[in-house]
């Protein structure tokens, strides 16, 4: 436990502040990093964690962590945050309250790898005062190149934490769709998260429907992406119809991913146990209702994604969105199949690899 001066440090620190700002296979030009000599195979299976406080996230986390390693995953990505205002707002800044500092940061990695987890982190931001149906895909601030300037060393500021703590990979954004034309910038992003994380994989969050326009993919070493496809035209659709939903979105992506020569991993494969989760995977408010039809349509989206993704050459790895702390259960509408008929789903897909990376190799 911390002392309580250590605590009381700890609430007057709010924000960190960088550099005088709010921080308030392969292809052959694959990146080194990627080609290093006994790299791990992807092969992600794992589950996500947000990262919701810095008050002993140890402690916190700890439970989760043994969590997602007793579901037999082999992966965690794990979700810190940074915040923007709304956005139009021009700073960025990490939430003391809500973020573990460097040193706990560390440990906590140190806490999956020590669960026998791969460690995947993936800095978000998020907007405190959204303005009307405000994202972080639309943001605009009002200085585009001081923006730069402190987005490079929130990245940085995540590239140390994953460096030194051991992590295996680092994505560098998600989502931000509105910066993504500025491929200059990111490159500058990637080549300092290189720096400060030489060893280790980078890769980018794209949103689900805005991959293709993306340039700077040559520079990372995977593509990462959503998966909030619409699914369905109507409530509870059955596995086949929903697998079949797949086949068009599969072969494009596919198509693409040869074209730019590296491996895709699913960032957020997920449902909120809602009925109606299928017509809009990415709307949480949609319908706030626990019912045994929300439990049952998140279940078949489960399966039916495994039916079209599992084992798919060029995926190398599949992230699910998200596990939480508390119960979960047929009482819970949200994303997390905590204690729902999709964990059984889980638990049986990420097993069966157990299963098949335990085979001895045929000669």
Not at 156 to 175: P, T
Not at 226 to 238: C, G, N, R, V
Not at 307 to 330: F, Q
């Amino acid at each position: 436990m911390r002392s309580k001066q250590a605590l009381f440090a700890v609430f007057a620190i709010l924000v960190v502040v960088l550099g005088g700002a709010k921080v308030i296979w392969s292809a052959p030009d694959a990146p080194m990093a990627q080609q290093a000599a006994g790299a791990p195979p992807f092969d992600y299976r794992g589950v996500a964690i947000q990262i919701h406080t810095g008050f002993g996230p140890v402690e916190t986390y700890r439970p989760l962590l043994r969590e997602v390693a007793a579901l037999g995953a082999n992966t965690v990505m794990l979700c810190p945050a940074g915040y923007m205002e709304h956005a139009k707002s021009q700073g960025i800044y990490i939430d003391a309250r809500k973020c573990p500092g460097p040193q706990d940061f560390r440990l906590l990695v140190g806490e999956a790898r020590a669960a026998g987890l791969r460690v995947v982190v993936m800095p978000i931001l998020l907007l405190t005062r959204p303005r009307g149906s405000e994202w972080r895909g639309v943001i605009e601030p009002p200085d585009w190149p001081d923006w730069w300037r402190q987005y490079r060393e929130f990245v940085v500021y995540f590239a140390d934490i994953a460096r030194d703590g051991g992590a295996e990979a680092l994505i560098i954004g998600s989502e931000l769709v509105s910066t993504e034309r500025n491929t200059a910038e990111w490159v500058r992003v990637i080549e300092a998260a290189r720096d400060h994380f030489p060893n280790g994989r980078l890769g980018y969050s794209a949103n689900w429907d805005h991959y293709k326009p993306i340039q700077f993919w040559d520079k990372l070493d995977f593509v990462g992406m959503t998966s909030y496809y619409t699914l369905a035209d109507k409530d509870a659709p059955t596995i086949d119809e929903v697998a079949a939903k797949w086949r068009p979105i599969q072969a494009e992506i596919l198509k693409w991913q040869k074209q730019v020569g590296r491996p895709i991993i699913f960032t957020e494969v997920g449902w909120c146990s809602q009925k109606g989760a299928a017509r809009a995977p990415w709307n949480y408010y949609q319908n706030q209702t626990a019912s045994p039809e929300g439990l049952e349509e998140q279940r078949r989206l489960y399966e039916a994604f495994l039916k079209a993704w599992d084992n798919t050459p060029g995926v190398g790895g599949i992230i699910w969105w998200e596990w939480t702390a508390g119960p979960g259960g047929a009482a819970d509408f949200g994303y997390s199949p905590k204690g729902k008929p999709a964990e059984a789903v889980l638990r049986r897909w990420l097993n069966a690899g157990i299963a098949a990376t335990s085979q001895p190799a045929t000669k």
